[in-house]
């Protein structure tokens, strides 16, 4: 067995790597739990406020603003360091570099630098384009996901509002995206953008069924569609497999089903490799947004990469404990399960060629679905096994 060689650039790479990561655990360690921190400077704000007869609306008013930046940021900052993910991961698949110079270590501002360029790059409208749904096409393409991540639990009692309703909210308001897509297809006044649209359409409308009927296995068994009592739901150990955390992925064949489709479909909801037949560059120029530049073209891209880490985020509260994990805070075992499972994305586009479109919403119907059913059937009978 030959072991490989590092050169030095290699070294110093790995060097830099370990520090990063180690500052990362030495920076959650030392905030330790976010709910914790957050009540103590809530209490403290509310505490100067009565001091000073400020009226209670103020603060409250004030604190839904800095969540709403809070989340803006969130959204801004991990899109940016998921498309240098990307680009690095593909690259090493590919045996490339990927960015190396813009900002020094392995050209980690290249994604900002592409930011400014978006941002000063002129905004295009064709002649033959409707021109109001073709400026908020890509609104509400974006908006649907910025009002997903207020109901996505970051950790213990980290979240924005906590519904009753938070996975079946989360899963309605994410399918308003599709309309976004539909309208830039429509109002490009390009038959390839409308051919795009109207695939997104399809593929959309089909993979939202099995991937709701995915998750109704794991509300049966919780019965709750509250997100933070499902992760709380995955705490303690498996009672017929002891060594394994009681995390639903762990299940046996159930959780498994339950996860293999909720990933292939959150994949499919994304439009991503395989599932890109909205985009397909050799079929349809770049689909439905082949008529937009700058910062219009931006926001698709921002919704794509924030849907995938809202999908994660889901992947990790449903199957996969939530913030649940020794030590470190659950914030930070939320943020790297859900990174875990972005790296299935990332891995999957750049692994498996472009389904043809018949086939893929075969794949959907004929597959995916039945066995979605039969999942459900599955839980059925465990439950009233258990009971008995």
Request: charge should be neutral.
């Amino acid at each position: 067995m030959i072991l490989p060689v590092w050169n030095q650039s290699q070294k110093r790479a790995a060097g830099v790597l370990g520090i990063i990561c180690a500052v990362g655990l030495g920076i959650a360690m030392a905030v330790g739990e976010l709910n914790v921190r957050i009540a103590q400077i809530w209490a403290f704000v509310t505490e100067q406020a009565a001091a000073h007869s400020v009226p209670e609306c103020i603060p409250q008013i004030a604190a839904m603003i800095i969540q709403c930046s809070i989340i803006i940021g969130f959204i801004s900052v991990s899109v940016m360091f998921m498309v240098w993910w990307e680009r690095k991961i593909s690259a090493h698949m590919q045996s490339r570099l990927g960015p190396m110079e813009t900002g020094g270590w392995h050209g980690w501002a290249q994604t900002i630098a592409d930011a400014i360029k978006l941002l000063l790059k002129e905004d295009i409208v064709p002649e033959n384009a409707s021109p109001w749904i073709h400026f908020l096409a890509p609104v509400v393409a974006f908006v649907p996901a910025f009002l997903c991540y207020a109901a996505l639990p970051f950790g213990d009692n980290v979240i924005s509002v906590d519904l009753d309703i938070g996975v079946l909210y989360i899963f309605a308001i994410s399918g308003l995206a599709v309309l976004g897509i539909i309208m830039a297809g429509w109002g490009s006044g390009n038959k390839y953008s409308l051919l795009g649209g109207l695939r997104a359409a399809a593929q959309s409308v089909s993979y939202e069924i099995p991937r709701v009927l995915s998750i109704v296995p794991i509300l049966m068994i919780v019965g709750s569609l509250k997100l933070t009592e499902i992760a709380a739901y995955q705490s303690g150990k498996i009672p017929f497999i002891p060594f394994l955390p009681k995390w639903f992925i762990f299940y046996p064949f159930i959780g498994q089903v339950s996860f293999v489709i909720f990933l292939i479909c959150s994949v499919a909801e994304t439009n991503r490799t395989p599932f890109d037949i909205a985009e397909a560059e050799s079929e349809l120029v770049a689909g439905f947004h082949t008529e937009y530049s700058g910062m219009k073209f931006s926001f698709f891209f921002l919704a794509e990469y924030a849907f995938v880490f809202l999908s994660a985020g889901m992947t990790a509260a449903l199957f996969l404990g939530g913030g649940s994990g020794p030590i470190l805070p659950s914030w930070f075992w939320f943020l790297i399960k859900s990174f875990a499972v972005v790296f299935l994305f990332l891995w999957f586009r750049w692994t498996f060629p472009r389904m043809r479109v018949d086939r893929l919403m075969e794949f959907c119907w004929k597959f995916l679905l039945p066995w979605s059913f039969v999942n459900i059937l599955v839980t059925g009978i465990y439950i009233l096994a258990r009971m008995k």
